[in-house]
């Protein structure tokens, strides 16, 4: 299994940032997929989830302004980040699910991303 993002970088705040996440070596349609991110001295947090179905689910400090999204043809995840906010700045990383659903627990997930810096600043 790889899992390998990109769209990391410098934003200021109120812009946007698309992470995309190539997966290969699995079956991508039959796994959930999630965003976790981990900001320096903070634990890792779910930040948004996906279904194999396609079913979505969000951390309450990014609903309305992060969405995730997957095309099974191209075996990626997306996770589109709008009006970003400094306190969003972290390390985010992909995730793959042991089944075709998502847990909040992070030893539910199988694989993971080297992870890719997302810094929000003026």
């Known amino acids: 299994v790889q899992l390998v993002e990109s769209g990391g970088g410098l934003v200021q705040p109120g812009g946007s940032l698309r992470l995309s996440c190539a997966a290969s070596e699995f079956t991508f349609s039959n796994y959930a997929m999630a965003w976790f991110r981990q900001a320096p001295g903070k634990e890792r947090e779910l930040v948004a989830a996906i279904t194999s179905g396609g079913s979505t689910n969000y951390a309450d400090s990014v609903k309305g302004r992060f969405t995730i999204s997957r095309d099974n043809v191209k075996n990626t995840v997306y996770l589109q980040m709008n009006s970003l906010k400094p306190e969003d700045t972290a390390v985010y990383s992909c995730?793959?699910?042991?089944?075709?659903?998502?847990?909040?627990?992070?030893?539910?997930?199988?694989?993971w991303g080297q992870g890719t810096q997302v810094t929000v600043s003026s």
């Open positions: 995730a793959q699910s042991s089944s075709s659903y998502y847990y909040t627990l992070i030893s539910r997930y199988n694989y």
